[in-house]
């Protein structure tokens, strides 16, 4: 470091040469190739959702990967828009913060011109989130996600939808985005096996099996974490209960595994 | 040749803090036909008295569907108000399209009352020409807003606009407190009573001049015209038009109030009045003035 006070902390010519201001010559960026995404890159792992009889309890674990690699661990994957809605989300965390914001924006609007006329509902939310996503798969250039949105209808009936980055949009009274499709959709099913299961569902019920997907979930999927945050929506209340710990975890079962970790023989 | 010298342009205020041009546009809402709303706390309902521009001409069409819920009444520059009622279909295509909900009738309004205020301030542009009543239903029940060129939106219980209307008013004025606890019936009766008191002395209600609107909970936005509102006319009892009254005998104008609009002032033809929808053209004393 050049220690002159002329040139107080510049890189010392005798050392790396002189100094190349190529990078202020660089050329700026509207000539350069637009970029779309091409994979995600900082991801959140499953949402999951079940319906019971007077709402909807959604679930997320709170970890955000780089890769293999558990970089954050206290990534809030639920977000409350309006007074009877939760929107999950998984997939890619930058793409999931810009959508946060347009929710935020969305509020925001929503409250500012509005005389108490008309509220925002969770299908109203739903819609416009379907939307977003499918205009941007349609620029080629997709929102990394794959969203559930929970809460109650404008009839006051539980509302549980999916989206995701193609613009793809399916209900159901138990779904559950990325590793979860596969390990806690089958489980959230042994409650809710048709459309209108859900009436004969309590909220202890759908809560004691959502807690039992997260731990399956931990114990399965390589890009979760044991803590999570839980939203249950009810009619006029919005319950957000973070980082919960999963319970009761037996690993007894890891040590008859061979071939990695501590036994690799 | 100019009134004065503050009126060539919407946007220069006259030194006694007037806006002359919104105040001419004001006026052209007065050469209007006499459009009237009502609302109860279920229903709205607009009713308006059409006008044909000569014999052989159609009546000009004096109440818009804009949605399943909402609809406008227009009084003044009807080019103005396809303008703003080609706006709020879409605007509530949008609100559909992108919310998977109907728009409320105060944004609708609201948006419309912005352009009409932008009016009054960008140089170079011209206040529309036209008042609306709009009716709607959403979330917070049914709803009446009178629209004005001056960018003005205010709800109504019960409202009335364009040549004559004060008649109209006044009668409201008198009547609404009964209006809330009406049924849709008994508002529409209403609606006409009033908009039968905006007629000049030579007229009457017919099928041909009049147009029925209404929408409420579950009754999406119905518009009446011609055959449809001879049930209705028929409903109006002929001694109610008290501040106006006809010329001749009561029992001509109770006969006369009721089907085809042969002008019963002619006195002579009650007899001939049970004529049906085909009769001929009743026109032949309407104001060609609008």
């Known amino acids: ?243 919960i710990k999963c319970k009761d975890q037996n690993w007894r079962f890891a040590e008859d595994i061979r071939g990695y970790g501590r036994t690799t023989s | 040749m100019f009134r004065n010298s503050y009126d060539n342009d919407s946007v220069t205020y006259s030194p006694t803090g007037r806006l002359f041009q919104v105040e001419y546009a004001l006026e052209a809402i007065k050469q209007g036909s006499a459009v009237v709303g009502l609302v109860s706390k279920t229903h709205a309902v607009v009713v308006a008295l059409k006008r044909n ?55 609708a309004v609201y948006a419309i009352a912005d352009k009409a205020q932008g009016n009054t301030q960008q140089y170079g542009r011209r206040p529309y020409g036209v008042g609306l009543l709009i009716i709607g239903h959403d979330e917070a029940g049914p709803h009446l807003y009178e629209f004005l060129p001056s960018g003005s939106a205010l709800e109504y219980r019960g409202a009335a606009i364009g040549a004559r209307s004060q008649a109209a008013r006044t009668y409201l004025e008198k009547k609404f407190d009964t209006f809330p606890d009406l049924s849709l019936e008994e508002l529409i009766v209403e609606g006409l009573n009033a908009l039968r008191d905006t007629l000049a002395q030579d007229k009457e209600l017919t099928l041909k001049n009049t147009s029925i609107a209404y929408v409420g909970k579950d009754t999406p936005f119905t518009l009446l015209d011609d055959d449809k509102v001879v049930d209705w006319l028929a409903k109006l009892d002929g001694v109610s038009r008290k501040s106006n009254p006809r010329p001749t005998g009561g029992e001509e104008a109770a006969e006369g109030t009721t089907t085809e609009g042969e002008p019963a002032a002619a006195g002579t033809t009650a007899a001939a009045t049970d004529a049906p929808a085909d009769a001929a053209p009743d026109a032949d004393t309407m104001d060609t003035t609008e």
């Not at chain 1, 002329?6 to 010392?12: A, D, L």
């Not at chain 1, 010519?13 to 990078?23: L, R």
């Not at chain 1, 008309?118 to 109203?124: A, F, P, R, V």
């Not at chain 2, 909402?70 to 103005?80: I, N, R």
Request: with cysteine.
């Open chain 1, 1 to 243: 470091m050049e220690q002159s006070p002329i040139n107080w902390g510049r890189p010392r010519d005798d050392i790396y040469g002189h100094y190349s201001d190529a990078i202020s010559q660089a050329p700026n960026t509207h000539s350069l190739p637009k970029k779309h995404t091409q994979q995600p890159t900082v991801t959140g792992s499953s949402v999951i959702g079940i319906k019971f009889d007077k709402g909807v309890i959604v679930a997320a674990d709170t970890l955000a990967s780089y890769g293999s690699l558990a970089r954050f661990d206290n990534m809030d994957r639920l977000t409350q828009v309006g007074d009877s809605t939760i929107v999950g989300i998984g997939g890619d965390v930058s793409d999931m913060q810009y959508v946060q914001r347009l929710l935020e924006e969305l509020e925001i609007e929503e409250n500012y011109d509005n005389s108490g006329d008309q509220s925002l509902h969770s299908e109203n939310i739903f819609n416009y989130l379907s939307k977003v996503y499918y205009n941007r798969r349609s620029k080629m250039d997709p929102l990394w996600n794959a969203v559930l949105v929970g809460g109650v209808d404008s009839k006051d009936e539980p509302f549980l939808s999916h989206v995701d980055l193609l613009g793809v949009t399916f209900s159901s009274p138990a779904l559950a985005t990325g590793f979860g499709a596969y390990l806690a959709l089958p489980l959230l099913r042994q409650l809710v096996p048709y459309p209108d299961s859900y009436k004969n569902v309590t909220e202890a019920d759908a809560r004691a099996m959502v807690e039992k997907c997260m731990k399956v979930l931990f114990y399965r999927d390589a890009r979760s974490i044991d803590k999570y945050d839980v939203a249950t929506i009810t009619k006029g209340n919005v319950k957000i209960e973070k980082d």
């Open chain 2, 53 to 107: 521009a000569e014999e052989l001409g159609s009546y000009q069409k004096k109440i818009i569907k804009v949605d399943n819920h909402l609809g406008v009444a227009l009084a003044g520059l009807a080019p103005d108000a396809r303008v703003l009622s080609n706006f709020l279909r879409q605007q509530a295509m949008s609100s559909q399209m992108v919310y998977k909900r109907p728009l409320a009738v105060s944004r």
